[in-house]
């Protein structure tokens, strides 16, 4: 992200200048506000599909996408925009590449919340951060001092290939995951029937609680003498309570 956020605006700036001429001002506020719109939507897409897609398979769909998104962006660059015989595809092409990039980083953004909650423990989570914070920024400190020389076309080919890698890993932790599923199905279930029985037999204890506490509320009101006109009368009493405090 760090790299592309450095090396959108000169490809963009050269491709818009290449279809409307040396005289035209690249506008990178729109832009910038496509980017940040497809962030939205790819990350809302995420959040209604937690429910029905694996959030691990949607992590390795977006990664791949973004990879082909980068892949489709270097061939433009090498090929110069000779995929369509349009003056302006070179720049259309760009465009939507990158738009497509920028939401599948909005949608990784949303799943990399969650499995980070999910793999990672909290009393460890820090640590491993700034861990993995290192190396990423050592990588992009190497870029930025070399893109003078790796050229438009290399660094989105090097991108392309850290994108690929992330998938690669992506897909492993996912096997991994459906492999210690499959090996703790049994115990899970049994886990599970013994959650079921212990509140089964919390909910007949209370039950059974209850009931005693009733009982002994009956034999205490059976003792007291209390004749069929005066319950009547009670009860009325609080039924027209009721119905003026409603009034008010």
């Not at 990672?120 to 640590?127: D, E, G, H, S, Y």
């Not at 886990?191 to 059974?208: A, C, D, N, P, T």
């Amino acid at each position: 992200m760090q790299i592309f956020v450095m090396k959108f605006p000169p490809i963009l700036n050269a491709a818009v200048k290449t279809s409307f001429g040396h005289q035209s001002q690249t506008p990178y506020g729109t832009i910038f506000s496509c980017f940040m719109a497809s962030c939205l939507v790819g990350s809302t897409i995420v959040g209604k599909s937690k429910s029905r897609i694996p959030l691990e398979l949607s992590t390795i769909i977006l990664l791949l996408g973004a990879t082909l998104a980068m892949t489709f962006a270097t061939i433009v660059i090498v090929t110069n925009g000779q995929i369509d015989s349009n003056e302006c595809s070179k720049l259309w092409h760009l465009t939507m590449s990158f738009i497509f990039f920028e939401t599948c980083v909005g949608a990784y953004f949303q799943s990399f919340g969650v499995l980070r909650n999910t793999y990672m423990p909290n009393k460890n989570r820090a640590t491993f951060m700034t861990m993995v914070q290192i190396p990423l920024n050592i990588i992009v400190a190497v870029v930025f001092l070399v893109l003078h020389k790796l050229g438009d076309s290399r660094t989105l080919g090097l991108m392309s290939i850290i994108l690929m890698l992330a998938t690669i890993c992506m897909t492993r932790l996912w096997v991994l995951k459906k492999r210690a599923d499959l090996a703790a199905g049994p115990l899970e279930k049994l886990r599970k029937g013994v959650k079921m029985l212990i509140s089964v037999q919390k909910f007949l204890s209370e039950v059974k609680i209850t009931r005693r506490a009733a009982l002994s509320q009956c034999e205490i009101f059976s003792q007291v003498p209390v004749s069929h006109n005066l319950v009547l009368q009670l009860l009325e009493n609080v039924e027209t309570q009721h119905g003026k405090k409603t009034k008010e």
